[in-house]
């Protein structure tokens, strides 16, 4: 039997364990789920990056995640404890990291910013973040979280850096700057803004309003007249419409200012609006300065080609307009060089500034005056009534430019070419009226100079002519359809021996004529026909020495030379003597075969120049003579100084020879000039046994001309040299007349 008590007792024994067993199990299992969510909720922070910790902090155990250790330079198997994580602290962040931690335990929560150095000896900067709580067994847990800022202190510094950079930039910027925000407030500028828009200091501040700023200058009245909170307010509204701006500002104070504004805007957003302000009256200046150096001539201040030719279809137009004539005047100056190259260009531009002052001074405000390059200059005469005023003016100019001109060198003579052209009359086009002014001017020269001539379209057709000479000759010298001929020239020694040959250049035509050198040798002058001309000549007479030489070597063994002519533009060449003497060495010849002629005027052109070229050709064994001697420039005191062999004396000075003494007398003082100087003398156009004879009784040391040979195409000089070699050269002694 069982004793109820018994029963009893043992009854609620087994309901005590029964409820013991039923609380363990479900602690058990709370603490089974707590504990899933807790590891749950680790390993969501670890794939966030965020390392954490959990400190018992009765017991000071410690746990460590494992993203807590890597941020932390710490190895898995090392022991979770302050004592190893200390270290990783920075010495200079350590006190405060163990302070906060201490009072962020005692307080239940706290924040730290903290370094660490990792294994690898990078610095991380780290925040800490903890709280603590009481578990059921009432113990105090602290739960920490650990950031990597590093990536965010990097940016920091990057972004802290580039503001430091642009700041020093805007600072040092050489324009104003501002920047208002959408309300038209200051926000940010530079010490130029006020400075530059001379703006009161204590005025710039941050949060001021624009019309604040701007109220100033409408004070000073920048804007123009009117009332001032108007003109401000007006210039506000414009100001929030956020448009892009560009204009130029002239203050009263005579600075001119560059104002360029534009919208600043964030997401589709205008929020605020930057402009600049760069003071630019210096580069005002400079370009005006320019573009009066583009327009005008530096040496006389006048306006060069360019502007001219602007001003003058403006000046065409007008008379157009009001049924008005127009008259240019193209002056050019007679004998400019020649004194430009003997007395230097100091003197000459001396001389070009004072033409200019006097063509100002005579000319109209209305007239335009130009000056074209070198010793050329034009004029345009506005709305004149008829072309005798043109002629009027033109003789007034060349009055006043033929008054002598005083310079460091003494007085110097010099007289102006003029053509004149007209509109409507010859042309309305302003480019074809300076080139008739030209052509006109060209026909003033060619007739004596210090004098002016109108257009007429009979100068025209000179010019097509002379154009259409140059074509044609330009095609001769490609086709080598120029020949030359060759004039004997004898001594008049006994037996006149022959001592060489003049080359002739011949131009032959399709019907059996010959065009006058005097007719195309001009023209081939002003173009670079000449110097193509030369080398033509050069090369023929090289061959044609080579083949006398090789077909008659006995015949052509004396020592006598081809004389060749140059022109002014030929002797000018620097490459002269190199060119010549190329051209005689490709045939097998030399220098020492050759006389080169040349007139008085190429010696007085330059004179230094000519100097040194006449040595140069001496020194390779060529000789010099003057052609036409007597009918050039005064020369006389310069021939001792020149390495000249030779004197020519024209022909016209031959011709007339007569008993009577007075015709004789300049031929005689000639010859007698050569003798004392050392030099020999030939005479041109000896056409009579009389003239023979006196000049062999003046001592002449040679002669060409009808009376010995007309000059001789290239085949037939072998036969003249058979003649000369068997004596039957000799004119008959019965000829006279």
């Not at 701007?214 to 001032?228: H, Q, T």
């Not at 009263?252 to 600049?276: A, C, D, K, M, Y």
């Not at 031959?654 to 007398?665: F, M, R, V």
Request: net charge negative.
């Amino acid at each position: 039997m069982f004793d109820p008590i018994s029963v009893i007792g043992f009854a609620i024994a087994t309901l005590a364990c029964a409820a013991w067993w039923i609380e363990r199990r479900l602690r058990l299992e709370r603490e089974k789920s707590q504990q899933s969510e807790q590891e749950r909720f680790s390993a969501l922070l670890e794939r966030l990056g965020i390392g954490h910790w959990v400190r018992d902090l009765e017991t000071g155990q410690m746990w460590w995640s494992s993203e807590f250790r890597r941020l932390h330079g710490i190895q898995s198997h090392i022991e979770a404890h302050r004592s190893f994580l200390l270290p990783q602290v920075l010495d200079e962040d350590r006190d405060a990291f163990i302070a906060t931690l201490k009072a962020a335990y005692d307080q239940g929560q706290g924040a730290i910013r903290y370094r660490c150095k990792t294994e690898s000896g990078d610095i991380r900067h780290m925040m800490a973040r903890l709280t603590v709580s009481v578990s059921l067994d009432q113990r105090r847990i602290a739960y920490g979280f650990a950031l990597d800022l590093t990536p965010l202190v990097q940016l920091e510094e990057q972004l802290a850096e580039r503001s430091a950079y642009l700041e020093a930039i805007v600072k040092h910027l050489p324009m104003g700057l501002s920047v208002f925000d959408h309300n038209l407030h200051l926000r940010f500028w530079n010490t130029r803004f006020p400075e530059v828009l001379n703006l009161p200091g204590d005025l710039i501040r941050e949060g001021v309003d624009f019309a604040d700023l701007i109220r100033v200058p409408a004070l000073r009245g920048e804007y123009g007249p009117g009332d001032v909170e108007q003109l401000v307010q007006s210039r506000r509204a414009l100001a929030l419409k956020f448009e892009p701006h560009r204009f130029e500002r002239v203050h009263p104070n005579g600075r001119t200012h560059l104002v360029i504004g534009e919208p600043i805007r964030r997401n589709g957003q205008t929020i605020g609006f930057v402009s600049t302000y760069t003071d630019i009256t210096e580069q005002k200046a400079r370009e005006t300065a320019i573009k009066q150096l583009a327009r005008t001539d530096p040496l006389t201040g006048l306006d060069n080609r360019g502007a001219f030719q602007t001003g003058l279809k403006q000046a065409v137009a007008q008379s157009l307009r009001h049924q008005r004539i127009l008259a240019v005047l193209f002056i050019d100056m007679d004998r400019f060089k020649a004194i430009n190259d003997s007395l230097g260009h100091d003197t000459g531009d001396q001389v070009l500034i004072e033409i200019a002052d006097r063509l100002k001074r005579r000319l109209r405000l209305s007239d335009l005056v130009a000056r074209m390059g070198g010793d050329e200059f034009v004029v345009a005469l506005t709305e004149i009534d008829n072309a005798t005023d043109a002629g009027h003016v033109a003789a007034e100019l060349i009055h006043a430019l033929s008054v002598p001109f005083v310079t460091h060198r003494g007085e110097l003579h010099l007289s102006p070419s003029i053509g004149i052209s007209l509109t409507p009359q010859d042309t309305t086009d302003e480019a074809e009226l300076l080139r008739l002014a030209d052509l006109a001017m060209y026909h003033a020269k060619h007739a004596g100079g210090a004098g002016f001539r109108f257009f007429t379209p009979a100068m025209n057709e000179e010019v097509m002519r002379r154009i259409d000479v140059e074509r044609r000759l330009r095609q001769a010298i490609d086709q080598d359809a120029l020949s030359l001929h060759f004039q004997p020239i004898h001594g008049l020694s006994d037996g006149l021996p022959l001592l060489g040959f003049e080359a002739l250049l011949r131009w032959p035509q399709p019907d059996g004529r010959f065009i006058p050198p005097d007719e195309f040798i001009p023209i081939a002058e002003s173009t670079e026909l000449i110097r193509l001309i030369g080398h033509w000549v050069w090369r023929s007479v090289a061959r044609h020495l080579a083949e006398w030489r090789g077909a008659h070597p006995e015949l052509a063994a004396g020592n006598w030379r081809i004389s060749i002519n140059l022109s002014p533009r030929e002797f000018e060449q620097v490459s002269l003597v190199q060119d010549i003497e190329s051209a005689l060495h490709a045939a097998g010849e030399s220098l020492q075969r050759v006389t080169l002629e040349i007139t008085e005027g190429v010696m007085m052109g330059d004179p230094t120049q000519a100097q040194k070229q006449l040595l140069a050709l001496r020194e390779k064994g060529a000789q010099c003579a003057v052609d036409d001697f007597g009918t050039g420039y005064s020369s006389l005191s310069y021939l001792h100084r020149f390495a000249i062999d030779c004197l020519k004396i024209d022909r016209s000075f031959i011709g007339s020879l007569g008993p009577e003494p007075d015709t004789q007398a300049i031929v005689t003082a000639a010859i007698g000039v050569a003798q004392q100087l050392g030099l020999k003398t030939v005479a041109e156009g000896v056409e009579t046994i009389d003239q023979l004879k006196w000049l062999q009784a003046m001592g002449c040391h040679a002669a060409q001309g009808y009376l010995l040979s007309r000059p001789l195409p290239a085949e037939q000089v072998p036969d003249y040299l058979k003649r000369v070699h068997m004596g039957l050269h000799q004119p008959a002694v019965s000829h006279s007349g």
